[in-house]
């Protein structure tokens, strides 16, 4: 396969510092547009890993945001270490959330992160150990390349 | 349409980066839901919003909104101040409250 558009990133995210909040979804998204990705693919990675950020702030200790770039395909794999989540089918329904008034009067903890991951990326996965952390999978496709009929004989 | 003409029609303060106030809006979009703000609003919107801390820079900055409107004479924090002039993204108050205001930018955009 061709070496265009490839690259692996890991980022730190402090947990309760809103101050910092969107720094590393703000460097993710600048690089990626900067490497030639399609606005498309960057508009939704974008979301994802905001909200992604947002988690780790809001509810974890620490956090780190990895991020993987293929021609096909960005990866964002969020992975904290904090309370985890207990039933995750529950944490999955909109209006569902567990945020402190304080982080609620920023305009977060609406109860709509997770269901925004889900629906702005193509392949999801979350898996939490309460006690322990969380870490959520996320896939965004280049559907651009996927669809060209060579792209797949190139691999 | 773009954030001058608004910024004169609607006689908004702005608190933030007046170089930028050449660019095109194309649209807007209301709300004090960070995440909801961040999964429907579009690039080259104006952001109606109450809010006043610095996160709705960041958010503002991911979806290439063209600026921020804050409504009720809501004055944003210094460090929104700060955050905004780094990204060139303009703030903008108005003492109307958000359903006046989106009715004028309506009028004006459609």
Known sequence: ?155 | MNLETIVKELGLKVKCCPESLGREVKGGYIGDLLSDVIANSKPDDVWITRQIHQNIVAVASLKDIAGIILVQGAEPAQETVEKAAKEGIPVMVSDLGGFEVAGKIHRLIF
């Open chain 1, 1 to 155: 396969m061709p070496e265009e558009n490839r690259f692996e990133d890991s980022f730190a995210v402090e947990g309760g510092n809103f101050r910092a909040a969107g720094n590393v979804s703000g460097k993710i998204k600048r690089i990626l547009k900067s490497i030639g990705i399609n606005d498309n693919v960057v508009r939704r990675v974008a979301i994802v890993t905001y909200e992604a950020e947002i988690n780790i702030v809001s509810y974890a200790r620490k956090g780190q945001i990895v991020v993987s770039v293929r021609p096909d395909l960005v990866q964002v794999e969020a992975i904290d270490e904090g309370p985890g989540i207990e039933d995750i089918e529950l944490a999955m329904q909109e209006g569902w959330s567990t945020a402190t008034p304080q982080v609620r009067e920023m305009g977060f903890g609406a109860g709509m992160g997770l269901g925004n991951m889900k629906k702005y990326s193509d392949a999801f996965h979350i898996d939490s150990k309460p006690g322990v952390g969380t870490c959520v999978k996320m896939q965004v496709f280049n559907l651009e390349k996927m669809l060209q009929p060579d792209y797949w004989l190139k691999i």
